[in-house]
């Protein structure tokens, strides 16, 4: 790692802000889903891939419809949190709070905050097995009792970060565990067994396909390969987190242009569009983009981002104000091209922090930008984690690395 990773400093008001601010936010994304589900109008809006619909529309017993989610954020001058997206797919990094707590509590920058009388809060996501406890809450709470978890990958979408962390952590709070492949369930009487283990709790970690090399299924090469976890599923036989709802809906960017459309006003307060309008940057489908909001793209590029509505890692996203003319037309007119199944938004500049660092070895100070994530079980705001890049892109798979955060108790 090329910097220090010094822990970035929150001020506790500043960090009650966020947290108000985001669980009031998840209702609505749960209300998305449900809309989804009920209003053919909201489904045209959408206008999913069939691969995504499909899975979507499975009824299942499933409680809270977003079991674990992290919003990505920024922070506003005056204090109010701007969201870039809300991962609830599978987002990543939940299990390494505790080490990063446990590294800026170490730290010596946490040892001069002593010196001044300056207190780290602790936050609930930094506590040992957090995420598996959160998890089996919520299978509970969904009423399924749990006697067994299967940590799911795909054979051929696969993605191994945390996977370990996460089997780790439900063995240590007591309960049996299987890691493998979601193409090796088995499900005979109302029972899903993962390598010789019943379970009754899944957490789901897989990639997606897409353009023209799609396959079939969402998460896997055909849906028969899969059909034991779908009819399981179906039956409220297991507990997914997240639900397919989550997975392949709010997961889209497109979900954020949804909050500002006129189709999601019919469905929600005043207040409840205030909100909206205060902490998610103004977000357009491409597709339903009018004259003038087209006009603006074209003409005023520094002040938008362009992104595919369901992609991960920092891929498929152009940031006007750092590329140039030729490069961002290029990119708008294949946004405006793509099948609508292949949806591209665009969003309001909402600029990350902007900082310098020492390089370890020396040298010149080093521009870099800083973004932050929340994470939200079951719609409890449960602590952060932060991401600082070299590039405007913040991603750890891109010249990034991650802080601790430290909210200073007031």
């Known amino acids: 790692m090329p910097f220090d990773p010094r822990p970035l400093l929150i001020g506790s008001s500043t ?3 966020i947290v108000d601010r985001f669980e009031r936010l998840f209702p609505l994304l749960e209300r998305s889903i449900d809309l989804y589900l009920a209003e053919a109008e909201v489904r045209r809006f959408f206008n999913l891939a069939p691969r995504h619909d499909e899975l979507i529309r499975i009824e299942a017993a499933s409680g809270h419809q977003i079991g674990v989610c992290r ?13 870039y997206e809300l991962n609830t797919h599978c987002p990543s990094s939940a299990t390494t709070a505790v080490y990063f707590g446990e590294l800026a509590a170490g730290s010596r920058v946490q040892a001069r905050l002593d010196a001044l009388g300056l207190r780290r809060r602790a936050l609930p996501l930094e506590r040992r097995n957090s995420f598996a406890t959160a998890v089996r809450a919520a299978a ?6 749990v006697s067994g978890v299967g940590v799911l990958n795909s054979r051929y979408l696969t993605m191994t970060n945390e996977l370990d962390n996460i089997v780790k952590q439900f063995r240590e709070i007591g309960l049996p565990v299987a890691r493998g492949y979601v193409e090796d369930l088995s499900y005979r009487n ?3 067994v993962l390598a010789g283990l019943p379970v009754d709790l899944t957490y789901n970690k897989f990639d997606d396909s897409s353009g023209p090399d799609a396959f079939e299924c969402a998460f896997s090469r055909t849906t028969a390969e899969v059909d034991a976890y779908l009819q399981a599923y179906r039956d409220g036989a297991v507990h997914a987190i997240n639900s397919f709802g989550a997975m392949y809906l709010t997961e889209q960017k497109s979900a954020l242009a949804f909050l ?29 983009a009018d004259a003038r909001m087209l006009d603006q793209l074209a003409t005023q590029r520094e002040r938008f981002v362009l992104k595919k509505s369901l992609s991960t890692r920092g891929r498929d996203m152009m940031i006007g104000r750092s590329v140039t003319d030729q490069d961002w037309h290029r990119a708008l007119a294949e946004a405006r091209a793509a099948e609508a199944s292949e949806d591209w938004v665009a969003q309001r500049l909402a600029p990350g922090l902007e900082s310098t660092l020492n390089p370890i070895d020396g040298g010149d100070p080093v521009p870099v930008f800083t973004n932050l994530a929340c994470f939200l079980f079951a719609g409890q705001a449960v602590g ?3 991401r600082t890049s070299v590039e405007e892109t913040t991603n750890i798979g891109r010249l990034g690395f991650m802080q601790p955060p430290t909210v200073l108790a007031e």
């Open 15 to 17: 960090y009650d802000v």
């Open 190 to 192: 109302g029972q899903l």
């Open 140 to 145: 509970a709470a969904a009423g399924h009792p």
């Open 71 to 83: 919003y990505d954020f920024t922070v506003s001058a005056s204090g109010i949190p701007q969201i």
């Open 384 to 386: 952060l984690f932060i």
């Open 260 to 288: 500002h459309s006129d189709l999601f006003a019919q469905h929600s307060t005043e207040a409840e569009r205030a909100l909206v309008a205060e902490i998610v940057p103004y977000t357009v489908v491409i597709r339903r």
